[in-house]
């Protein structure tokens, strides 16, 4: 197990214990759990997408921003017109997101990498869905707008969706560890914490599960391959250096993100908090995904 998966178990044991202990955690308490985990690595872990996008490209600033921000309108138009559809897309790229960076240091040809990085990131997240529906169910009934949404998060769909992406997966990352002796050690490692982050899911509540895969198994880990890729790069690299790179941004998010949520509570924005929050995340996915992709072909050439 690596110092991510470690961590992940230490945290989901403290949880899980908690929950035993109380019977419950209250949603107070789960959401300031979770503000507090994406403020400290799950925001920042996309705060240096114009860094990792502009080195060693021709591109300008001024363009990288256009880029970006276009496409953050882009899809945020589109969740207007086909909510639906903006949804699906935005748990398509999230899969393949998390799976890609939980697999970029794997080369299994051009191939099986997409698949098990696709496989990998719809396993996580239609158990999510699945295990958890119950407490899914009462926030889209909160919300007149988000119940369209249920055949998206119909939970029959994602009870296929899980038993196909880990049969997969495990299938994958089994013939791997069979085949090559150098590479089981990862692989059996790879299935015994996608068995961890399932259970977790099983056990926790829908709030705190996702927030300890989302900081923890994927922003830690890509804050820590950001830091190591420009520790590479740049003389003298320290941690106080690069948390000084991520503040900027991190703060910018922060703000407004909190401006947000207090104009969805005041009613000022005519929607949902949850519709406003998926949207948003969303819609901030898309361009970040892209950076992410470039950043790890850029890696692995380096690597």
């Known amino acids: 197990m690596d110092r991510f998966g470690f961590i992940f178990l230490a945290a989901a044991y403290v949880m899980v214990s908690i929950v035993g202990y109380l019977g419950s955690i209250p949603m107070d308490v789960q959401v300031t759990i979770t503000l507090l985990m994406v403020g400290v690595l799950g925001l920042p872990h996309g705060a240096i997408d114009h ?59 051009k191939v ?33 707008e988000a119940s369209r949404f249920s055949l998206v998060f119909h939970p029959s769909i994602h009870k296929a969706l899980l038993a196909v992406s880990t049969t ?6 089994g013939v791997q560890a069979w085949k090559s002796e150098d590479e ?44 190591h890729y420009l520790k590479r790069k740049i ?3 320290d941690l106080s250096r690069f948390i000084s790179l991520l ?9 407004g993100g909190g401006v947000l949520i207090y104009l969805a509570l005041e009613d000022v924005l005519q929607v949902s908090l949850f519709v406003m929050l998926l949207m948003l ?11 992410m992709s470039g950043f790890y072909k850029k890696s692995s050439h380096q690597g």
């Open 51 to 109: 860094i990792l996008f502009l080195d060693e490209s021709n591109i300008s600033p001024l363009r990288f921003y256009g880029f970006y921000i276009g496409l953050i309108l882009l899809y945020i138009g589109g969740w207007l017109l086909l909510p639906q559809v903006g949804l699906g897309l935005f748990l398509i790229l999230s899969a393949y997101h998390f799976g890609e960076s939980q697999f970029s240091d794997f080369n299994l040809g």
């Open 247 to 255: 503040l900027p941004y991190t703060l910018i998010s922060v703000v």
């Open 184 to 227: 089981r050690e990862s692989m059996l490692r790879e299935i015994y914490l996608l068995g961890l982050i399932q259970a977790t899911f099983y056990v926790l509540p829908l709030l705190i599960g996702f927030t300890l895969f989302f900081t923890i198994i994927h922003s830690f880990r890509v804050l820590h391959q950001e830091f």
């Open 168 to 173: 997969a997966t495990l299938g994958i990352l």
């Open 235 to 237: 003389t003298s690299f």
């Open 112 to 144: 099986l990498n997409p698949l098990l990085r696709l496989s990998w990131g719809i396993s996580v997240i239609s158990g999510l869905v699945y295990y958890n529906y119950s407490d899914l169910a009462p926030l889209m009934g909160q919300a007149t």
């Open 281 to 291: 995340i969303s819609a901030l996915t898309l361009p970040h995904s892209i950076v």
